[in-house]
């Protein structure tokens, strides 16, 4: 009790309250992202991105190296989405992060005949998509591949 409490100490303790309202905000961000798309398009399975919507933001904004501006960068670290059906999570990601290829736009016409945004990722469609997700089981395949 004898000690002196600093400035800084103060200000770093309120600044972790900060971080993680900001991290929940963008967790739920990504969550009603992708579940306002699954109801548009009344097709789809919400609990992927749900459930999975943490660990996306977690990737995408402490540890993948990546370049919304450049998607070919050959440096960039690849992010695979084994559970293709749950792919709202990765259109939303990259929403978010800054790819042109996945407008808000591309988002509304979710699982739409013709748009960049199928119920499956598909590479070469999509950039931002690393490769084509179907089966199950063919998303992991694709990661040891990688």
Request: charged fraction near 20%; hydrophobic fraction near 40%.
């Amino acid at each position: 009790r004898g000690a002196t409490r600093r400035r800084g100490e103060r200000v770093a303790a309120r600044a972790t309250a900060v971080k993680a309202d900001v991290d929940t905000d963008c967790v739920n961000a990504i969550r009603f992202l992708a579940v306002d798309a699954i109801n548009k398009s009344n097709s789809g399975h919400p609990g992927a991105p749900m459930g999975q919507a943490p660990i996306g933001y977690v990737l995408f904004a402490e540890e993948m190296n990546f370049n919304p501006a450049d998607p070919a960068w050959i440096n960039r670290d690849r992010f695979v989405l084994s559970s293709g059906h749950g792919c709202m999570l990765q259109y939303s990601l990259l929403h978010l992060t800054g790819y042109s290829s996945v407008s808000m736009d591309d988002i509304k016409q979710f699982r739409q005949w013709g748009s960049k945004t199928p119920g499956h990722p598909e590479n070469f469609e999509t950039a931002g998509i690393e490769v084509t997700t179907g089966p199950l089981g063919m998303g992991i395949s694709n990661a040891v591949g990688l």
